[in-house]
């Protein structure tokens, strides 16, 4: 039987973790996100399930100590925050040149430096751009309550071991400390080496048994081969975007204006999009839950519909740039933010629309 139960974001995912079958997690604690680390210790999930759980030394043992549990094809699990997702992006970019599949968390925090332990979506760039060296990219799914927090790590899983690639779970400081009651899923098994063979197939290092050995490595010094390589990649990102994309619309079947947010901006700007349409204003809003890949075709129909788009985000205006390549210059953008650990009201949201998008019932354009 699943769980209600009242929990953090932050505990929440951990739980979902053990519960999802991870095989291990190794992390490093880092405010807003040590209640991750600090739930699994204090758990003790080896106990429940074998799930090992380690403190590394550092973020960058901890991503390498991922990428030697996650090739021989186990669920493995890291978290951590802005700085310390940061020293992890040489090892996230090996997993992925290595195609190796691996969930990671990044509960964001202000920056840049060691900036502020309150919320921020300041890493948007870093998660969806790649990050790290090379032509990568991340599945991002961003959680906007507790529940997602917990629902989108078995999610995150399974996408990883689908396309052999990692995943990232961006979130922050919000919706890592709130509370809010979560239904846990049920307990699933712990996935044997003959399992994973059996439903991934013989790419792991699960030990040779009379086969080829295999080899993981993201290293080929033959510029063909690692052409073929990196296309291969790029292919495997254009199957995520069809298959895998991932949106909510809210109140845009009649929207004249539209507000694009994701994560804890979407819970605000909702109750922006209530307060428009109170005050006669033909509000929606669009929620990426993927940021990669992005609601690129969702937004081009609505630019045909809407007059002008407002980007609520916590940054001084990172994915306004994805929401003007995706509209193809058809209706002005604008963006409205707060950073350094300060929250939009959904009042703020409304008055930036009326002010940036709305002017005396005409268009400002930018």
């Known amino acids: 039987m699943s769980d209600l139960k ?30 991750v680390i600090e739930y699994l210790m204090a758990e003790c999930p080896e106990k429940r399930t074998g799930m090992v759980v380690l403190q590394a030394e550092s973020e960058i043992a901890a991503i390498n100590m991922v990428y030697g ?7 493995v699990m890291t978290s951590s925050s802005s700085p310390g997702i940061s020293l992890k992006l040489e090892g996230i970019s090996y997993l992925a040149g290595a195609e190796l599949p691996a969930v990671i968390v990044n509960v964001v925090r202000g920056g840049p430096g060691l900036g502020t332990i ?19 990219k991340l599945y991002v799914l961003a959680p906007a309550s507790v529940q997602e927090m917990a629902d989108f790590v078995a999610d995150a899983f399974e996408i990883a071991f689908k396309y052999r690639a990692p995943v990232l779970i961006l979130s922050d400081g919000m919706i890592g400390q709130m509370m809010e009651k979560v239904e846990l899923n049920d307990q699933v098994e712990r996935m044997s080496d003959e399992d994973i063979i059996q439903k991934y ?3 792991a290092t699960t030990g040779k048994k009379g086969r080829e050995r295999n080899i993981i490595t993201s290293l080929d010094l033959q510029p063909e081969k690692m052409e073929a390589r990196v296309q291969a990649l ?17 109140q845009c079947d009649d929207a004249e204006f539209l507000i694009v947010a994701y994560g804890s901006s979407a819970r605000i700007a909702q109750k922006a999009v209530q307060l428009g349409r109170e005050k006669g204003i033909k509000v929606g809003l669009l929620r990426p839950i993927t940021l990669f890949p992005y609601p690129k075709q969702q937004l081009f129909k609505l630019a045909d ?49 009326e002010e940036n ?3 005396d019932g005409s268009i400002r354009h930018h």
């Open 6 to 35: 009242l929990m953090k974001g932050n505990e929440a995912l951990a739980e979902a973790a053990i519960r999802a079958g991870a095989d291990a997690y190794f992390g490093y604690p880092i405010t807003p996100q040590s209640e």
């Open 118 to 136: 309150q919320p921020s979506q300041a890493d948007y760039f870093q998660s969806v751009k790649g990050g790290g060296h090379g032509d990568y």
């Open 357 to 359: 998008i709305i002017k």
């Open 69 to 75: 549990a996650a090739s021989t094809g186990k669920r």
């Open 234 to 250: 790029q292919k495997k990102y254009e199957r995520m975007e069809n298959e895998d994309l991932r949106y909510e619309k809210i």
């Open 305 to 353: 519909q809407v007059k002008g788009i407002l980007s609520v985000e916590l940054n001084t205006g990172q994915m306004v740039e994805d929401v003007k390549l995706s509209v193809h210059h058809k209706v002005p953008v604008a963006h409205f933010g707060r950073t350094g650990g300060s929250i939009h009201t959904p009042e703020e949201i409304l008055e930036a629309l």
């Open 201 to 203: 197939g013989s790419w």
